[in-house]
Structures are given as C-alpha cells and as structure tokens.
T-cell receptor
Framework: NAGVTQTPKFRVLKTGQSMTLLCAQD?????MYWYRQDPGMGLRLIHY???????AKGEVPDGYNVSRLKKQNFLLGLESAAPSQTSVYFC??????????FGQGTRLTVV | GEDVEQSLFLSVREGDSSVINCTYT??????LYWYKQEPGAGLQLLTY?????DMKQDQRLTVLLNKKDKHLSLRIADTQTGDSAIYFC?????????FGAGTTVTVRA
C-alpha cells in the first residue's frame, strides 16, 4: 500500500526551465492538494482539486499550473522556473476529510 | 498560511506539559487539525476536532477549541524527547485545507 507517492524526490533546475511534479495516490481519494514549505512560512497551499477534472487556486498559485486528468494523479507544473520557487513541495490527499495523507516531499532547487 | 497563525518556537523540559497555540480566522471552518512533522518527512495527523466540539482527549494529547475567540490549542502531557518536531495547526473550509507556519517544539533533558 503505497499511499501518496511524489516523483521526483529531488531536482535542480536552471532558471527558465520547466518541469512537472507528479503526485499519485492509490486510496481512491477525491481531494488532492499541492503545498510548498519554506522556513518560517509553514505550508502554503498552491492549488487543490476536489475531484477528477477539477482544480482550484490556493494561496500562492502564481507561476504554477495543475491538472487532474485522472483521479489518482495530481500534476504540478512549473512553466518557467524562478529561484523564488526553490522550496520543498508536498502533495496530500484525503477522502474522508478527517485525515490528509502526505507524500514524502520533493526538494526543488532553482539556480 | 495567511489564515492560520502559530508561534514559531517552544522549548519544554522532558516530563513537563507542552501547550501549542493557534488562532484561525475563518469561523466557518468545519474541522481543525494538528499535524506533526519530523525532520525530512511529510506531515502526519496527530488529532482533529470538529467545530461543534470544545475539547477532545486522546491519550497524552488534549485539544481545546474556543470557537468564539477562534483559538485552538494542543496540550501534550509528559512531553518526551520523541515529541521534538514541528507541529502544524490546520483548518478545513469548503475542502480547502490551510496550514499555519508551524511551531518547532524542542524537548530538553
């Protein structure tokens, strides 16, 4: 039972490059979330999804896009990476609302 | 997150009680949560409370909710070295799950 899996775990990008982070969950959860974690700022919500084919903006959506084409996957895209997007990214999913399950995080560095 | 506020640091002696406080702004939040993050790991749920409850106890953990003041607290009894971690308060409103900045708890011998 894998739970929530994020790929990749680490990545270094050059400014202006693009990349996609993948979040996959095998719990048939409806709700999925992408956060970034920065020192002293906690987890800030980037985008979230309440079901297949739907997405919504969180607190800090600028510079990111998302897609939820399949219920089990939630993709986070950076079209043109900037140093300000250096962060640890976490994906989470929940079905019952009483508990969200988190992936292990993706450490992204933009140079 | 901007809607949930916590103090950033707490130092406590082993065996004492820890109290971590949180304030939130959205009175329509349905659930409030406490999550724990250990170094290099994702977050794990510690406990949650429904918005129509005042208190919830689960072994060493006690959650108090003051809905009028929009104040949530987590008390850890008999704090142990394994309790050293970052603790996040979170609120759920209309399926949007928002977190505070996290309180780093350091347990000293």
């Amino acid at each position: 039972n894998a739970g929530v899996t994020q790929t990749p775990k680490f990545r270094v990008l050059k400014t202006g490059q693009s990349m996609t982070l993948l979040c996959a969950q095998d719990m048939n959860h409806e709700y999925m979330y992408w956060y970034r974690q920065d020192p002293g700022m906690g987890l800030r919500l980037i985008h979230y999804s309440v079901g297949e084919g739907t997405t919504a903006k969180g607190e800090v959506p600028d510079g990111y896009n998302v897609s939820r084409l399949k219920k089990q996957n939630f993709l986070l895209g950076l079209e043109s990476a900037a140093p300000s997007q250096t962060s640890v990214y976490f994906c989470a999913s929940t079905g019952e609302i009483t508990e969200a399950f988190f992936g292990q995080g993706t450490r992204l560095t933009v140079v | 997150g901007e809607d949930v506020e916590q103090s950033l640091f707490l130092s406590v002696r082993e065996g004492d009680s820890s109290v971590i406080n949180c304030t939130y702004t959205d009175s329509s939040s349905t659930y409030l949560y406490w999550y724990k993050q250990e170094p290099g790991a994702g977050l794990q749920l510690l406990t949650y409370i429904f918005s129509n409850m005042d208190m919830k106890q689960d072994q060493r953990l006690t959650v108090l909710l003051n809905k009028k003041d929009k104040h949530l607290s987590l008390r850890i009894a008999d704090t142990q070295t394994g309790d050293s971690a970052i603790y996040f308060c979170a609120e759920l409103n209309d399926y949007k799950l928002s977190f505070g900045a996290g309180t780093t708890v350091t347990v000293r011998a």
